[in-house]
């Protein structure tokens, strides 16, 4: 049976940290520049629910090339559509892509364990930092087990650089992602009526 984070791994790393670091989620929009002759893809994430409107991320296939595929794949299928940001934790992170479980008329107890029907990807890790806005792909304890789920930085998070594959950065729709509804207790799980990707499409 898969393990049950895809995606405790981020959470052993991170939620210690997050008892003893205030982050400031009010830096500005662009901690992490675009490269300026990025010419990947870019997903839009239309949300739904508490938070409304569409978020915006540059996928980075200049570090991630695997991964990226991977995520254009899934959006193209259409199998991001309706997923939930089934953990959200105020001040880190906000987590979604279980594209298994994570249908808002799913087993919620299972919200967070899937991944896709295609393979687990070997790490891709780079140097690019987890500054706010980034994007990066969820995974358990495995480096190599990354599949479907990935996660939007609130604020910074450094002790994640090197430990997670980074996929993209936001250009647009800050004040969407600060909208998400938070979950509550330490992994912030979202138990009652999480938001959602209601639609996620790719442009060139």
């Known amino acids: 049976m898969r393990d ?41 994430i239309d949300v739904a629910g508490q938070a409304n409107g569409s978020i915006r991320i540059a996928l980075r296939d200049d570090l991630a090339p695997e991964h990226v595929e991977r995520i254009v794949t899934l959006a193209e299928r259409g199998d991001y559509d309706g997923v939930v940001f089934h953990r959200v934790i105020e001040g880190f992170m906000a ?20 991944g896709s029907d295609m ?20 995974r358990s304890q495995s480096p190599d087990s990354a599949n479907s789920q990935f996660f939007i930085m609130f604020a910074p998070a450094t002790h994640l650089d090197g430990q997670y594959t980074v996929v993209g950065q936001m250009i647009e729709g800050y004040d969407v992602l600060d909208a998400i509804k938070r979950g509550t207790g330490a992994n912030g799980a979202v138990m009652d009526t999480p938001d959602l990707m209601e639609r996620v499409t790719i442009s060139e």
Do not use: C, K, Y
């Not at 393979?119 to 969820?138: C, I, K």
């Open 119 to 138: 393979p687990n990807l070997p790490a891709e890790f780079s140097d690019q930092s987890f500054e706010r806005g980034v994007v990066g792909m969820a």
């Open 4 to 44: 049950r984070l895809i995606f405790a791994g981020i959470f052993a790393l991170g939620v210690g940290i997050l008892a003893t670091t205030s982050f400031n989620t009010s830096r500005a929009d662009a901690d992490t520049e675009v490269p300026g002759d990025h010419s990947g893809p870019v997903m839009t």
């Open 95 to 114: 987590q979604t892509g279980d594209v298994e479980h994570g249908q808002l008329d799913g087993d919620r107890g299972r919200w967070g364990t899937g």
